[in-house]
T-cell receptor
């Protein structure tokens, strides 16, 4: 079983839609959960970071962590064409540890 | 806003040659990392560095790889004798690692092409 699993997509949605991106993981030691956005041939850009279980909201983005199910989600409200990118989940056991990444989900938002 | 910078943006080298990839982490950050991403694959951890020594390294980071912080600002990754399979994007990252500030910020990457 892979340590972090993420549906690669692509996910294609109309502008204004609510997008749900998800990852599952197998290592119960993970405590820090991050979402990055990556444009083609660019570096990952940090969107959100959550510690342990719970929700965190930042503008149109909401991150959820359910440690009991080993499942994390990123919701994007009122999606825009500029949100079209690959979204990577990443996690670590301690904050300073290496990040373990999912494969990324490619999202396309069409006008 | 401070950001991680990397040079060069693209490096082409012949198999067997040495390459040095350079990074300038964010100035008050304490932990530094190198990751790589082979085209179409996931981002993979190579090595972490703190207090002038390696904290952790992956199986990928064999004797052909080394890291150095030669001065107060630069952080370098050296590949001694490149192989075709070293072709990838290499990302440097840094984190302040102060209390709850553990987010890793990534640079734009260096695309390494080994021919």
């Amino acid at each position: 079983q892979k340590e972090v699993e993420q549906d690669p997509g692509p996910l294609s949605v109309p502008e204004g839609a609510i997008v749900s991106l998800n990852c599952t993981y197998s290592n119960s030691a993970f405590q820090y959960f991050m979402w990055y956005r990556q444009y083609s041939r660019k570096g990952p850009e940090l969107l959100m970071y959550t510690y342990s279980s719970g929700n965190k909201e930042d503008g149109r983005f909401t991150a959820q962590v359910d440690k009991s199910s080993k499942y994390i989600s990123l919701f994007i409200r009122d999606s825009q064409p500029s949100d079209s990118a690959t979204y990577l989940c990443a996690m670590s056991a301690r904050g300073i540890d290496k990040l373990i990444f999912g494969t990324g989900t490619r999202l396309q938002v069409f006008p | 806003e401070p950001e991680v910078t990397q040079t060069p943006s693209h490096q082409v080298t012949q198999m067997g040659q040495e390459v040095i990839l350079r990074c300038v982490p964010i100035s008050n950050h304490l932990y530094f990392y190198w990751y790589r991403q082979i085209l179409g694959q996931k981002v993979e951890f190579l090595v972490s560095f703190y207090n002038n020594e390696i904290s952790e390294k992956s199986e990928i980071f064999d004797d052909q790889f080394s890291v150095e912080r030669p001065d107060g600002s630069n952080f370098t990754l050296k590949i001694r004798s490149t192989k075709l399979e070293d072709s990838a994007m290499y990302f440097c990252a840094s984190t302040p690692s102060l209390g709850a500030q553990i987010e890793q910020y990534f640079g734009p990457g260096t695309r390494l092409t080994v021919t």
